[in-house]
């Protein structure tokens, strides 16, 4: 069974960090890409952050350049992270963790085939 896991989440202040986790397991995550996506409420999902299967290789929106680092650990099993810092309000929303359909970063929700189930970020002012 395939599973996309995230943990991490939680209530934070403006300018504090979080670290976000994805624990993957059921198929061999470490020959795909990986990527996190954010979504609010009522809004379209949106890319943050991704890292191709080797780890040699990220994309990141414009909107965390320089605050969130994607990172992943395939030693055993595949997890990928989600380091953010200098969170600020905007950037309150559920994170989701993404497995890509080939080796690639792919910035695009439809490039990607196995999602997590989120977990929420709220960052207050």
């Known amino acids: 069974q395939v599973q996309l896991i995230e943990s991490g989440g939680g209530l934070v202040q403006a300018g504090d960090s979080l670290r976000l986790s994805c624990a993957a397991s059921?198929?061999?995550?470490?020959?795909?890409?990986m990527a996190w996506f954010r979504q609010v409420a009522g809004k379209a999902r949106e890319f943050v952050a991704g890292i191709t299967w080797n780890g040699e290789s990220t994309e990141y929106a414009d909107f965390v350049k320089g605050r969130f680092t994607i990172s992943r650990d395939d030693t055993q099993s595949t997890t990928v992270y989600l380091q953010m810092n200098n969170l600020q309000p905007e950037d309150t929303a559920v994170y989701y963790c993404?497995?890509?359909?080939?080796?690639?970063?792919?910035?695009?929700?439809?490039?990607?085939?196995?999602w997590g189930q989120g977990t929420q970020v709220n960052v207050s002012s």
């Open positions: 059921g198929r061999p995550f470490s020959h795909y890409g």
């Open positions: 993404a497995s890509a359909i080939g080796t690639y970063a792919f910035t695009t929700d439809g490039m990607y085939e196995y």
